[in-house]
């Protein structure tokens, strides 16, 4: 009985490690109420991407593994000075974060940070720049989503879904199906 039990244990023990290299975290994240000037930086193939609806903005979806980085950036890059060899700074959304499974949730820590030209010099190079940068540190269920209020106005809505590695999700035994 010892030996099953053992054997058994092991065997729990290397599917362990599998599955948590094919559990992935899905990110679907939105901002609503947030003013237009933040993304007018932006080309209009950009502002495209973010497919914005009724004073809401849908970034794409991106999906890390457990505990890795997962980055979504829709930026367009300007010189920050009047010389050609002056540095460049991206304007528009970036979104840095890193999701986390823990138990029956999902932690999600990181930043947002939203930049655009506020001064353009003569010449119509960037002469200054506005950030709003925002930490994100929320505690979620699979499947739910959380909001952060944002310094400026508006609001950044989160979801974070678990999936497998064809990117479809799982289904968590902690809800009805």
Known sequence: MK?????LMLAIAALCPAFAEQVQVRLDIKYEG???????????????????????????AVT?????KAIIKVVEEYRAG????????PCGVIVDCSPEVKGRGIRIVGKSVLRRVSQKAVGGKAAQFAVQEVPIDLEIEDGVSASIDLTG?????????LVDVAGRPLRNPNKPA
């Open 64 to 68: 890390a593994k457990d505990g890795e």
């Open 3 to 7: 030996a099953l039990v053992t054997l």
């Open 153 to 161: 106005g508006g609001q950044m809505h989160v979801r974070a879904t």
């Open 82 to 89: 009047e010389t050609t060899s002056a540095r460049t700074v």
């Open 34 to 60: 947030v003013d237009a000037k933040w993304f007018a930086d932006l080309s209009a193939k950009a502002r495209k991407t973010l497919k914005p609806t009724e004073g809401i903005y849908y970034l794409p």
